[in-house]
């Protein structure tokens, strides 16, 4: 899973509304922070700039450091040799594992994966902004009416911030649907 996802995440980076993954993530124990710091980090190495080193940074590392695996963690020799052959990522992680690899051809291609799923070719245009929290959080809403204050607690902005970047999605046809205002 780390592979798929590490390798998605490099390929529609510009779809993930990082604001709201870290908000999500912050709640998350230190192992499951440190898992997705490995995913993040990887990624990032594939691309020609780092798109999650700010997230990633808030996010805890785990201490002590160990294996990933459980399976690793449970005997002494696969513990020790995880640590010898951690990833540099997994290390500043605090979880041991090998360097995780791209598998382009393990995801489907962009024009598949956005024609199954349209709301990610809007989000992609606005690569993680605002527009894209409020895009995520109408998604999640499905039919339940949204009103401004809602998005801006879900966001973590201000209602002016919210009402700004929805007459932006109002004018260029992005919203699904209106929200009540």
């Known amino acids: 899973m780390l592979v798929l996802l590490s390798t998605w995440l490099s390929m529609f980076w510009r779809c993930v509304d990082r604001d709201r993954l870290l908000r999500l993530a912050s709640s998350a124990p230190a192992a499951e922070q440190a898992t997705l710091g490995i995913v993040l980090g990887t990624a990032d190495s594939w691309l020609p700039a780092p798109v999650f080193a700010g997230l990633a940074a808030r996010l805890t590392p785990v201490q002590p450091p160990r294996p990933l695996f459980d399976s690793y963690r449970a005997r002494p020799a696969l513990a020790r040799l995880a640590e010898l052959e951690a990833s540099p990522v997994s290390r500043r992680w605090g979880l041991w594992c090998l360097p995780i690899g791209r598998k382009p051809n393990a995801i489907r291609q962009t024009e598949w994966v956005l024609n199954k799923n349209p709301t990610l070719r809007t989000r992609a245009l606005f690569k993680g902004s605002l527009k894209t929290s409020i895009l995520a959080a109408l998604d999640a809403a499905e039919a339940t009416p949204v009103g401004p204050t809602a998005l801006a607690l879900e966001c973590g902005v201000t209602r002016k ?9 109002r004018f260029a046809g992005a919203l699904p649907r209106t929200p009540r205002v």
Do not use: I
Request: no cysteine; net charge negative; charged share 20%.
């Open 161 to 169: 911030a919210v009402y700004d970047a929805l007459q932006d999605l």
